[in-house]
């Protein structure tokens, strides 16, 4: 049960780390459901498939939305208008960009920098040492605030590696003087909470395995 699930990870989870349930793929059922539980963060990587679930659910006003795909220089606008949180800027031009269309859009979205701490052809991010030299001016563009970092461990890495990665993402955080540290999915957060993630990202740990299908309308209507 949905309950069960949330309750073994929640748990584990230590004052100042926050548990982000991924609900790409999951019908706007099993979202009102941790809602009804108490869970208020949850994260979207598609912007088709997010924006009928946000505007389903406006009613919520308890509910914060995270973006954590891939961000698309011509979706930028919408996510601004739509995300509280954005998990995925992963180069200074896009920093630019949401920085501008924030300011255009009156909004103030808290942002992670992603950073790759290990070859992946499969991720971007930024080079820890190209972020460091950029920090200067990443730090000071308006409208929006840059709260932390975000990463990702490569699938082919093992535990102690993926441990070792999490660290390392954790001491640039602090380097940098971020106090959030997004990292660890529903293979590895255990991994990264020791590491000092603040931002756990789980979808099939709290879930359950995504169906094969859903109807997105059908859902909305069932929910209405």
Do not use: Y
């Not at 954005?86 to 979205?109: C, M, Y």
């Not at 390392?168 to 003087?177: D, G, T, V």
């Amino acid at each position: 049960m949905l309950s069960d699930r949330l309750q073994q990870v929640s748990a584990h989870l230590p004052k100042g780390v926050h548990l982000l349930a991924v609900s790409k793929g999951h019908p706007i059922t099993s979202i009102k459901s941790f809602l009804d539980l108490g869970q208020c963060d949850f994260g979207e990587s598609r912007l088709q498939e997010a924006l009928p679930k946000l505007i389903a659910l406006q009613e919520f006003e308890q509910l914060r939305w995270h973006f954590i795909g891939k961000l698309q220089k011509n979706k930028i606008r919408r996510v601004v208008r739509s995300f509280a949180f954005i998990h995925s800027v992963d180069s200074f031009d896009l920093a630019q960009r949401v920085s501008r269309i924030a300011g255009e859009e009156n909004k103030s979205p808290k942002v992670m920098i992603q950073v790759k701490f290990r070859e992946d052809p499969t991720k971007g991010g930024f080079d820890p040492e190209n972020l460091c030299k950029e920090w200067p001016n990443l730090a000071v563009l308006p409208h929006m605030r840059i709260v932390g970092l975000m990463t990702m461990s490569p699938i082919s890495v093992e535990s102690e590696e993926r441990r070792t990665l999490f660290r390392e993402c954790r001491q640039l955080a602090n380097q940098l003087q971020l106090p959030e540290c997004s990292m660890g999915m529903s293979s590895d957060w255990k991994e990264a909470l020791q590491a000092g993630a603040t931002w756990l990202r789980l979808g099939s740990s709290l879930f359950g395995q995504r169906p094969n299908h859903f109807n997105l309308n059908t859902d909305i209507t069932k929910s209405s």
